[in-house]
């Protein structure tokens, strides 16, 4: 942890980049709290509650004035809005449902689902991944106590449903998968696609490369397998995006950065390629070794070298089986969920052109574990995008 730093709050280590409040004040603070600690409560201070009231006047105009015998008056009868958590109709974050695609470009993010598992080469079931990470993303409110952020106040965020993939051809489905995401990407919105297993990782990648015109793309890829051969099974498998989309004009090999790779599943024709393309790999011992703050430094060094927007691509099983027992692919020795987690916080100080977090499994996993820390990778890349002042983003849709 950072020592305490001088600050516009003088409460210790700082964003990057901060957003003028009206409301903003200096909140008095004992002297016991730990430094982070000492941040996050005395940024809560500084939020604004606009949006939070404007949905509790929204639930009860829709959802109706409450039950005479209900003595809290902002509750309706309906749930219209974040509570009850178990309530409601499963979209991500309880965000509101977009049904017209075509007006994307008026949100700041925009959640979508690659409902697809045709790319498995083992246990299958990634398909209802969507479905599970929307269900336990209703466990979670739009405020991070340690960063200080609340996604309610700070951007606009819609839920545009699944992709219409197709189960028994990938090739179909990819082009599905780019179409969608690359009218995310040209609409400026900040694409957040639940997947899938990995396969989707080549179409996600050239939807936005496509609109890029030109400029590159880099990659930087959360994982415990390389998932760069070129075929599996004699077809484009989850084992073989990044074989395919660093085949692209604009996505160089060299600007791909693997994060977590190790183990026994790694197949030697996708080490052989990575290591001819020259991409890099950090594994777990590496990163843990050098610190995380060093290997992200890495990771964002590389990247970023010489490209204009980097795609970040999380799959859940980069970290420990223990954690993500609801993937395909579990391998023991990987991440345990906080240096992910500070990994994360770390690549979204700079800006990223979406993220898409893969393999989580419903039908394997465990009273959802896996389902929530996806969400909580989703969660705390926008939440740390917002911090850092990369969001919202109502300017050029690439680009640092």
């Given at each position: 942890m950072d020592e305490p730093q001088d600050g516009p709050l003088g409460l210790g280590h700082q964003p990057t980049h901060t957003h003028d409040r009206s409301s903003e004040h200096h909140p008095v603070l004992h002297e016991h709290y730990g430094p982070e600690a000492r941040y996050a409560v005395g940024a809560e201070a500084t939020l604004p509650t606009t949006k939070h009231q404007e949905e509790i006047r929204?639930?009860?105009e829709?959802?109706?004035?409450?039950?005479d015998s209900i003595n809290d008056k902002t509750i309706p009868t309906f749930s219209r809005g974040e509570l009850p958590h178990f309530a409601g109709i499963n979209t991500f974050l309880k965000a509101p449902y977009l049904e017209d695609v075509r007006q994307v470009g008026n949100y700041d993010v925009a959640v979508l689902g690659a409902p697809y598992d045709g790319g498995t080469t083992y246990r299958s079931g990634t398909r209802f991944g969507p479905q599970g990470i929307r269900k336990i993303s209703a466990l979670y409110g739009p405020y991070s106590f340690e960063l200080g952020v609340d996604l309610r106040e700070s951007i606009s965020m819609v839920d545009l449903g699944d992709i219409f993939t197709i189960p028994a051809n990938i090739e179909k489905t990819f082009d599905q998968i780019s179409k969608a995401v690359g009218h995310v990407y040209a609409s400026g919105a900040f694409p957040v696609v639940l997947g899938g297993d990995h396969s989707i990782g080549y179409p996600t990648t050239r939807g936005v490369a496509d609109?890029?015109?030109g400029k590159k793309l880099g990659i930087i890829h959360f994982d415990?397998?390389?998932?760069?051969?070129?075929?599996?099974l004699d077809e484009r498998m989850h084992t073989t995006p990044w074989f395919h989309a660093t085949n692209l004009p604009n996505v160089p090999a060299k600007n791909l950065v693997q994060i977590g790779i190790g183990g026994w599943q790694a197949p030697r024709p996708g080490v052989a390629v990575g290591r001819e393309r020259e991409t890099t790999v950090l594994t777990v011992t590496d990163c843990v070794e050098m610190g995380i703050e060093a290997a992200a430094a890495r990771a964002l060094e590389v990247a970023w070298d010489?490209?204009?927007a980097v795609w970040l691509s999380f799959d859940v099983d980069c970290l420990d089986?223990?954690?993500?027992?609801?993937?395909?692919?579990p391998e023991p020795g990987g991440f345990?969920?906080?240096?992910?987690?500070?990994?994360?916080?770390?690549?979204?100080e700079r800006p990223l052109a979406g993220i898409e977090v893969v393999e989580c499994s419903p039908p394997y996993d465990n009273a959802e574990i896996t389902a929530l820390i996806s969400t909580r990778v989703i969660c705390d890349?926008?939440?740390?995008?917002?911090?850092?002042?990369?969001?919202?983003?109502r300017s050029t849709p690439s680009g640092p």
């Amino acid at each position: 942890m950072d020592e305490p730093q001088d600050g516009p709050l003088g409460l210790g280590h700082q964003p990057t980049h901060t957003h003028d409040r009206s409301s903003e004040h200096h909140p008095v603070l004992h002297e016991h709290y730990g430094p982070e600690a000492r941040y996050a409560v005395g940024a809560e201070a500084t939020l604004p509650t606009t949006k939070h009231q404007e949905e509790i006047r929204r639930g009860l105009e829709l959802g109706l004035q409450g039950a005479d015998s209900i003595n809290d008056k902002t509750i309706p009868t309906f749930s219209r809005g974040e509570l009850p958590h178990f309530a409601g109709i499963n979209t991500f974050l309880k965000a509101p449902y977009l049904e017209d695609v075509r007006q994307v470009g008026n949100y700041d993010v925009a959640v979508l689902g690659a409902p697809y598992d045709g790319g498995t080469t083992y246990r299958s079931g990634t398909r209802f991944g969507p479905q599970g990470i929307r269900k336990i993303s209703a466990l979670y409110g739009p405020y991070s106590f340690e960063l200080g952020v609340d996604l309610r106040e700070s951007i606009s965020m819609v839920d545009l449903g699944d992709i219409f993939t197709i189960p028994a051809n990938i090739e179909k489905t990819f082009d599905q998968i780019s179409k969608a995401v690359g009218h995310v990407y040209a609409s400026g919105a900040f694409p957040v696609v639940l997947g899938g297993d990995h396969s989707i990782g080549y179409p996600t990648t050239r939807g936005v490369a496509d609109e890029m015109g030109g400029k590159k793309l880099g990659i930087i890829h959360f994982d415990r397998h390389v998932d760069t051969q070129e075929t599996d099974l004699d077809e484009r498998m989850h084992t073989t995006p990044w074989f395919h989309a660093t085949n692209l004009p604009n996505v160089p090999a060299k600007n791909l950065v693997q994060i977590g790779i190790g183990g026994w599943q790694a197949p030697r024709p996708g080490v052989a390629v990575g290591r001819e393309r020259e991409t890099t790999v950090l594994t777990v011992t590496d990163c843990v070794e050098m610190g995380i703050e060093a290997a992200a430094a890495r990771a964002l060094e590389v990247a970023w070298d010489g490209t204009d927007a980097v795609w970040l691509s999380f799959d859940v099983d980069c970290l420990d089986a223990a954690f993500v027992p609801g993937t395909g692919w579990p391998e023991p020795g990987g991440f345990l969920p906080r240096e992910v987690l500070k990994f994360i916080q770390l690549v979204a100080e700079r800006p990223l052109a979406g993220i898409e977090v893969v393999e989580c499994s419903p039908p394997y996993d465990n009273a959802e574990i896996t389902a929530l820390i996806s969400t909580r990778v989703i969660c705390d890349t926008l939440g740390c995008l917002v911090r850092a002042g990369h969001l919202p983003r109502r300017s050029t849709p690439s680009g640092p």
